[in-house]
């Protein structure tokens, strides 16, 4: 009777014959920003309602054509919000209306960042306009994320084999690769660090246009772990 050989069962732990090792490799690298992000606020006050949302949609559309001027510069634009909101008088018994006011939240993303310093300025001298950023970011799929896990493999396999070198050995299989964290997700951090610059202005006219801002791209951080396990050939100890 032929007895059928039966799998070695992948043991989660060396044995002797087959040790294992597992090491943690890492990459940090420092690139330039790829995307400048503006929060532009549009506001508007009136002593009644549809002379609030008038001069609301005016101002908007002035903000949104301005942006839309500048073509492929800018790679996305949305509104975020809109709220017309009243305001009541703080004194009397009898509630009543004081004024109301309107806000329109835009976001606007580009890449061309000669002309970021420009938009910037132009917007800021719009009357009751608020600008807030640049913040700066990394596009997803950026290259920049693909040589960080990378560089994190290839420090997992030195880290190894120097270790198996400390043992008079060498790795001889790996048996796991893993993001860190992939086996229990954690939420990723906001999608666009920087820091952030606010500037509010009334209008101006063309004779007293400021002149563009001169921006400098904050360096970004990306960083890349991974856990990684190898068998050792025996080591003579």
Request: without cysteine.
């Amino acid at each position: 009777m032929t007895t059928t050989p039966q799998p070695t069962p992948d043991l989660p732990y060396g044995t002797p014959t087959a040790p294992r090792i597992a090491v943690r490799g890492e990459a940090h690298l420092e690139v330039d920003p790829e995307i400048a992000r503006l929060d532009i606020t549009v506001t508007a006050r009136g002593t009644d309602r549809r002379t609030a949302l008038d001069d609301l949609t005016r101002r908007n559309t002035t903000v949104l054509d301005l942006i839309k001027s500048y073509g492929e510069a800018v790679t996305a634009l949305e509104t975020s919000a809109l709220s017309i909101t009243p305001e009541l008088t703080r004194h009397g018994r009898a509630e009543r209306i004081r004024s109301y006011h309107g806000r329109v939240h835009l976001t606007a993303e580009l890449t061309d960042f000669t002309a970021l310093g420009e938009l910037t300025t132009r917007l800021a001298d719009h009357d009751l306009t608020q600008v807030g950023g640049p913040w700066w970011a990394l596009r997803p799929d950026s290259p920049a994320h693909r040589q960080a896990r990378t560089r994190a493999v290839h420090d997992a396999v030195q880290r190894a084999r120097e270790y198996a070198e400390a043992l008079g050995t060498d790795i001889a299989a790996l048996v796991e690769l893993a993001d860190i964290g992939a086996e229990a997700p954690t939420p990723y951090p906001a999608p666009f660090p920087g820091s952030a610059r606010m500037a509010f202005a009334g209008a101006a006219s063309a004779e007293d246009t400021a002149p563009p801002l001169d921006l400098e791209p904050q360096r970004q951080t990306v960083t890349a772990q991974v856990n990684a396990r190898f068998t050792l050939h025996p080591p003579r100890l």
